[in-house]
Protein backbone atom coordinates (compact mmCIF):
# COMPACT_ATOMS: atom_id res chain seq x y z
CA UNK A 1 0.00 0.00 0.00
CA UNK A 2 1.23 3.24 -1.13
CA UNK A 3 2.60 5.64 2.01
CA UNK A 4 -0.43 8.41 1.74
CA UNK A 5 -0.01 11.70 2.64
CA UNK A 6 -2.51 13.39 5.64
CA UNK A 7 -3.70 16.71 6.04
CA UNK A 8 -2.58 18.23 9.23
CA UNK A 9 -5.90 19.36 10.60
CA UNK A 10 -6.29 18.35 14.05
CA UNK A 11 -5.47 21.56 15.72
CA UNK A 12 -6.11 23.55 13.47
CA UNK A 13 -3.00 24.92 12.56
CA UNK A 14 -2.84 26.79 9.30
CA UNK A 15 0.61 25.62 7.66
CA UNK A 16 2.75 28.23 5.29
CA UNK A 17 3.43 26.78 1.77
CA UNK A 18 6.50 25.24 1.95
CA UNK A 19 9.27 26.14 -0.23
CA UNK A 20 9.90 22.21 -0.74
CA UNK A 21 7.65 19.80 -1.05
CA UNK A 22 9.86 16.94 -2.18
CA UNK A 23 7.74 14.56 0.09
CA UNK A 24 4.72 14.58 -2.22
CA UNK A 25 6.26 14.21 -5.00
CA UNK A 26 7.92 10.82 -3.69
CA UNK A 27 4.47 9.91 -2.40
CA UNK A 28 2.20 10.42 -5.25
CA UNK A 29 5.07 9.37 -8.28
CA UNK A 30 4.44 6.15 -9.88
CA UNK A 31 8.54 5.52 -10.63
CA UNK A 32 11.08 7.68 -8.10
CA UNK A 33 14.77 7.32 -10.22
CA UNK A 34 17.78 9.09 -10.32
CA UNK A 35 18.56 9.93 -13.60
CA UNK A 36 20.36 12.20 -16.00
CA UNK A 37 19.20 13.45 -19.19
CA UNK A 38 20.61 12.44 -22.87
CA UNK A 39 18.24 13.64 -25.57
CA UNK A 40 15.51 15.80 -26.03
CA UNK A 41 13.36 16.19 -29.23
CA UNK A 42 10.34 18.09 -30.20
CA UNK A 43 7.11 15.69 -30.85
CA UNK A 44 5.47 18.58 -32.28
CA UNK A 45 4.94 22.21 -31.03
CA UNK A 46 3.13 21.43 -28.05
CA UNK A 47 5.28 17.77 -26.39
CA UNK A 48 8.83 17.29 -26.24
CA UNK A 49 10.52 14.04 -25.43
CA UNK A 50 13.51 14.13 -23.23
CA UNK A 51 14.97 10.80 -22.58
CA UNK A 52 16.65 10.20 -19.15
CA UNK A 53 19.09 7.52 -18.31
CA UNK A 54 17.94 5.43 -15.34
CA UNK A 55 20.93 6.20 -12.99
CA UNK A 56 19.28 4.35 -10.30
CA UNK A 57 16.16 2.95 -9.97
CA UNK A 58 14.58 3.58 -6.24
CA UNK A 59 11.29 2.07 -7.34
CA UNK A 60 8.90 1.89 -10.30
CA UNK A 61 10.89 2.27 -12.91
CA UNK A 62 10.24 -1.54 -14.49
CA UNK A 63 13.47 -2.28 -14.84
CA UNK A 64 14.44 0.26 -18.07
CA UNK A 65 17.59 1.78 -18.14
CA UNK A 66 15.99 4.99 -19.42
CA UNK A 67 12.94 6.42 -19.54
CA UNK A 68 11.44 8.86 -21.65
CA UNK A 69 9.36 12.18 -20.20
CA UNK A 70 6.56 13.98 -22.09
CA UNK A 71 7.13 18.16 -21.29
CA UNK A 72 4.87 20.65 -22.52
CA UNK A 73 6.75 23.55 -22.49
CA UNK A 74 4.31 26.08 -23.84
CA UNK A 75 3.25 25.26 -20.01
CA UNK A 76 5.19 27.83 -17.80
CA UNK A 77 4.44 26.27 -14.52
CA UNK A 78 5.74 22.87 -15.97
CA UNK A 79 8.91 21.13 -14.80
CA UNK A 80 10.90 19.82 -16.81
CA UNK A 81 14.35 17.79 -16.70
CA UNK A 82 18.11 19.68 -16.79
CA UNK A 83 20.69 18.94 -19.08
CA UNK A 84 23.72 16.84 -18.26
CA UNK A 85 22.73 17.08 -14.19
CA UNK A 86 22.21 13.76 -12.38
CA UNK A 87 18.86 14.56 -10.23
CA UNK A 88 16.42 12.75 -8.46
CA UNK A 89 13.19 12.05 -10.68
CA UNK A 90 9.56 11.78 -8.97
CA UNK A 91 7.63 10.34 -12.22
CA UNK A 92 4.18 10.03 -12.93
CA UNK A 93 3.03 7.32 -15.51
CA UNK A 94 1.99 9.18 -19.37
CA UNK A 95 1.32 5.55 -21.04
CA UNK A 96 -1.98 6.92 -21.97
CA UNK A 97 -0.69 10.44 -23.06
CA UNK A 98 2.09 8.55 -24.86
CA UNK A 99 -0.83 6.48 -26.89
CA UNK A 100 -2.85 9.26 -27.78
CA UNK A 101 0.07 11.40 -29.06
CA UNK A 102 0.71 8.21 -31.44
CA UNK A 103 4.20 7.26 -29.54
CA UNK A 104 6.14 3.75 -30.50
CA UNK A 105 5.90 1.41 -27.57
CA UNK A 106 9.52 0.22 -27.67
CA UNK A 107 10.37 3.96 -26.75
CA UNK A 108 8.50 3.69 -23.57
CA UNK A 109 8.10 4.02 -20.38
CA UNK A 110 6.91 7.05 -20.71
CA UNK A 111 6.53 9.50 -17.75
CA UNK A 112 5.83 12.67 -16.48
CA UNK A 113 7.36 14.96 -14.04
CA UNK A 114 5.21 15.82 -10.95
CA UNK A 115 4.41 19.32 -10.36
CA UNK A 116 5.36 19.72 -6.73
CA UNK A 117 8.29 22.22 -5.78
CA UNK A 118 11.47 20.30 -5.11
CA UNK A 119 10.68 17.05 -6.30
CA UNK A 120 13.47 17.11 -9.00
CA UNK A 121 16.62 17.78 -6.71
CA UNK A 122 20.35 17.97 -7.65
CA UNK A 123 21.92 14.73 -5.99
CA UNK A 124 25.83 14.26 -5.39
CA UNK A 125 27.62 11.22 -7.14
CA UNK A 126 28.09 9.03 -4.16
CA UNK A 127 24.40 7.73 -4.18
CA UNK A 128 24.61 5.80 -0.89
CA UNK A 129 25.42 8.93 1.01
CA UNK A 130 23.20 11.35 -0.92
CA UNK A 131 20.71 12.64 1.84
CA UNK A 132 18.20 12.99 -0.60
CA UNK A 133 18.91 9.55 -2.37
CA UNK A 134 18.32 8.61 1.21
CA UNK A 135 15.06 9.84 1.89
CA UNK A 136 13.79 8.92 -1.42
CA UNK A 137 14.91 4.97 -0.54
CA UNK A 138 13.06 5.39 3.17
CA UNK A 139 9.82 6.12 1.76
CA UNK A 140 10.12 2.97 -1.16
CA UNK A 141 11.54 1.29 1.52
CA UNK A 142 8.02 2.03 3.38
CA UNK A 143 5.93 1.57 0.08
CA UNK A 144 7.53 -1.75 -0.29
CA UNK A 145 6.22 -2.92 3.01
CA UNK A 146 8.68 -2.14 5.85
CA UNK A 147 7.48 -1.71 9.38
CA UNK A 148 5.66 0.86 10.66
CA UNK A 149 8.07 1.26 13.49
CA UNK A 150 11.34 1.53 11.55
CA UNK A 151 10.04 4.00 9.12
CA UNK A 152 8.92 6.46 11.90
CA UNK A 153 12.50 5.72 13.82
CA UNK A 154 13.94 6.73 10.60
CA UNK A 155 11.93 9.86 9.55
CA UNK A 156 12.93 10.76 13.50
CA UNK A 157 16.17 10.26 13.09
CA UNK A 158 16.48 12.34 9.44
CA UNK A 159 14.11 15.18 11.60
CA UNK A 160 16.42 15.44 14.19
CA UNK A 161 19.90 14.35 12.83
CA UNK A 162 19.58 14.41 9.11
CA UNK A 163 21.28 17.35 6.53
CA UNK A 164 19.10 20.31 6.16
CA UNK A 165 17.86 19.39 2.75
CA UNK A 166 15.96 16.22 4.17
CA UNK A 167 15.09 17.55 7.78
CA UNK A 168 12.34 20.12 7.43
CA UNK A 169 11.16 17.16 4.96
CA UNK A 170 11.28 14.44 7.54
CA UNK A 171 9.45 16.68 10.31
CA UNK A 172 6.42 17.80 8.15
CA UNK A 173 6.10 14.27 6.73
CA UNK A 174 5.79 13.02 10.83
CA UNK A 175 3.71 15.98 11.39
CA UNK A 176 1.53 14.74 8.48
CA UNK A 177 1.53 11.20 9.32
CA UNK A 178 -0.53 10.02 13.20
CA UNK A 179 0.37 6.78 12.26
CA UNK A 180 4.08 6.75 12.73
CA UNK A 181 3.87 9.53 15.12
CA UNK A 182 1.99 7.47 17.31
CA UNK A 183 5.38 4.86 17.37
CA UNK A 184 7.79 7.32 18.91
CA UNK A 185 8.78 7.06 22.79
CA UNK A 186 9.09 9.61 25.09
CA UNK A 187 12.58 10.14 24.51
CA UNK A 188 11.83 10.96 20.79
CA UNK A 189 9.49 13.74 21.43
CA UNK A 190 12.06 15.10 24.16
CA UNK A 191 14.91 15.09 21.77
CA UNK A 192 12.07 16.44 18.68
CA UNK A 193 11.11 19.42 21.36
CA UNK A 194 14.79 20.37 22.18
CA UNK A 195 15.98 20.97 18.57
CA UNK A 196 12.68 22.93 17.58
CA UNK A 197 13.41 25.21 20.64
CA UNK A 198 17.74 25.31 20.41
CA UNK A 199 17.30 25.51 16.35
CA UNK A 200 18.09 29.29 15.26
CA UNK A 201 19.44 29.46 11.99
CA UNK A 202 16.82 27.38 9.73
CA UNK A 203 13.74 28.84 10.64
CA UNK A 204 11.64 26.75 7.63
CA UNK A 205 12.78 23.55 9.82
CA UNK A 206 11.99 25.22 13.23
CA UNK A 207 8.34 25.97 12.11
CA UNK A 208 8.51 22.34 10.64
CA UNK A 209 9.50 20.95 14.02
CA UNK A 210 7.54 23.30 16.53
CA UNK A 211 4.15 22.11 14.46
CA UNK A 212 5.04 18.82 14.58
CA UNK A 213 5.56 18.73 18.60
CA UNK A 214 2.61 20.75 18.61
CA UNK A 215 0.22 18.35 16.67
CA UNK A 216 1.00 15.66 18.96
CA UNK A 217 -0.29 17.66 21.83
CA UNK A 218 2.93 17.69 24.16
CA UNK A 219 2.99 18.83 27.30
CA UNK A 220 4.83 21.84 28.04
CA UNK A 221 5.35 22.55 24.18
CA UNK A 222 4.02 25.74 23.88
CA UNK A 223 6.14 26.95 27.16
CA UNK A 224 8.95 25.43 25.68
CA UNK A 225 8.30 27.36 22.33
CA UNK A 226 7.65 30.48 24.37
CA UNK A 227 11.31 30.20 25.84
CA UNK A 228 13.10 30.05 22.92
CA UNK A 229 11.00 32.50 20.72
CA UNK A 230 13.05 35.51 22.00
CA UNK A 231 15.72 34.62 20.02
CA UNK A 232 14.29 34.19 16.94
CA UNK A 233 13.73 37.88 14.87
CA UNK A 234 11.45 35.79 12.02
CA UNK A 235 8.15 37.53 12.11
CA UNK A 236 6.87 34.34 10.25
CA UNK A 237 7.36 31.70 13.24
CA UNK A 238 6.25 34.37 15.81
CA UNK A 239 3.39 33.62 13.94
CA UNK A 240 3.22 30.16 13.82
CA UNK A 241 3.56 30.01 17.73
CA UNK A 242 1.23 31.88 18.29
CA UNK A 243 -1.84 30.10 15.93
CA UNK A 244 -0.24 27.17 18.01
CA UNK A 245 -1.20 28.72 21.32
CA UNK A 246 -4.57 29.43 20.45
CA UNK A 247 -4.61 26.01 18.93
CA UNK A 248 -3.66 24.12 22.15
CA UNK A 249 -4.85 26.32 24.79
CA UNK A 250 -7.95 28.34 23.17
CA UNK A 251 -8.01 31.49 25.08
CA UNK A 252 -5.30 30.73 27.60
CA UNK A 253 -3.03 31.29 25.39
CA UNK A 254 -2.67 35.05 26.00
CA UNK A 255 -2.21 34.84 29.57
CA UNK A 256 0.35 32.65 29.01
CA UNK A 257 2.52 34.60 26.96
CA UNK A 258 1.70 37.65 29.10
CA UNK A 259 3.36 35.74 31.50
CA UNK A 260 6.12 35.54 29.60
CA UNK A 261 6.36 38.98 28.56
CA UNK A 262 6.37 40.26 32.66
CA UNK A 263 9.95 37.85 32.51
CA UNK A 264 11.47 39.85 29.13
CA UNK A 265 12.97 43.01 29.86
CA UNK A 266 14.68 43.83 26.16
CA UNK A 267 12.92 44.96 23.48
CA UNK A 268 14.03 43.12 21.08
CA UNK A 269 13.00 39.97 23.10
CA UNK A 270 9.21 41.52 23.67
CA UNK A 271 8.52 41.92 19.53
CA UNK A 272 8.35 38.31 18.94
CA UNK A 273 6.03 37.72 22.15
CA UNK A 274 3.81 40.55 21.01
CA UNK A 275 3.75 39.05 17.63
CA UNK A 276 2.77 35.23 18.97
CA UNK A 277 0.40 37.58 21.46
CA UNK A 278 -1.79 39.13 18.38
CA UNK A 279 -1.53 35.51 16.52
CA UNK A 280 -3.24 34.20 19.38
CA UNK A 281 -6.12 35.77 18.10
CA UNK A 282 -7.66 35.47 21.39
CA UNK A 283 -9.50 38.59 22.94
CA UNK A 284 -7.37 38.56 26.29
CA UNK A 285 -4.77 39.27 23.58
CA UNK A 286 -6.71 42.19 22.00
CA UNK A 287 -7.57 43.74 25.46
CA UNK A 288 -3.96 44.00 26.57
CA UNK A 289 -2.49 45.03 23.05
CA UNK A 290 -5.19 47.91 23.29
CA UNK A 291 -4.04 48.92 26.41
CA UNK A 292 -0.27 49.36 25.39
CA UNK A 293 2.18 52.44 23.76
CA UNK A 294 0.82 52.12 20.26
CA UNK A 295 3.78 53.95 19.71
CA UNK A 296 6.15 50.81 19.70
CA UNK A 297 6.30 49.45 16.27
CA UNK A 298 6.16 45.81 17.90
CA UNK A 299 2.86 46.54 19.46
CA UNK A 300 1.48 48.16 16.28
CA UNK A 301 2.98 44.44 14.49
CA UNK A 302 0.76 42.50 16.83
CA UNK A 303 -2.42 44.73 16.53
CA UNK A 304 -2.06 43.82 12.59
CA UNK A 305 -1.31 40.24 13.61
CA UNK A 306 -4.69 39.92 15.34
CA UNK A 307 -8.24 39.34 12.94
CA UNK A 308 -10.36 41.48 15.40
CA UNK A 309 -12.03 44.58 13.67
CA UNK A 310 -10.93 46.25 16.66
CA UNK A 311 -7.23 45.68 16.64
CA UNK A 312 -7.44 46.93 12.77
CA UNK A 313 -9.29 49.56 13.42
CA UNK A 314 -6.45 50.75 15.89
CA UNK A 315 -3.68 50.77 13.78
CA UNK A 316 -5.36 52.09 10.76
CA UNK A 317 -4.31 55.11 8.89
CA UNK A 318 -5.81 58.19 10.65
CA UNK A 319 -7.69 59.79 7.75
CA UNK A 320 -6.19 63.43 6.94
CA UNK A 321 -8.37 66.42 7.60
Given at each position: ???????????????????????????????????????????????????????????????????????????????????????????????????????????????????????????????????????????????????????????????????????????????????????????????????????????????????????????????????????????????????????????????????????????????????????????????ALLRMDRKDPAVVAALKAHRDPKAQEAVAPKPTK
Amino acid sequence: MRLPTIACAAIGLSLPVAAQDLRHGLVTADAVVVGRQVTKTPHDDDVTLHVVQVVLDVRGSRGATAVTVLDWPKLALHQRPTPRQSRLYCLQDASGNAARLGLPADKGPYFKMVGFAGSNPLVGADLDADPVVRFARLLAASDAGTPPNDTARNLYAMAVEGEPVVRAEAARLLLERPDLRQKLDGLHWSRLIGRAVGETDDIAYKSALAELCAEQRLDGVFDALLVGLGEVKDAGYAATVGRIGKSLHGEDAAAKVLARLQQTAQAERRAPLLLALGATNTAGALDALLRMDRKDPAVVAALKAHRDPKAQEAVAPKPTK
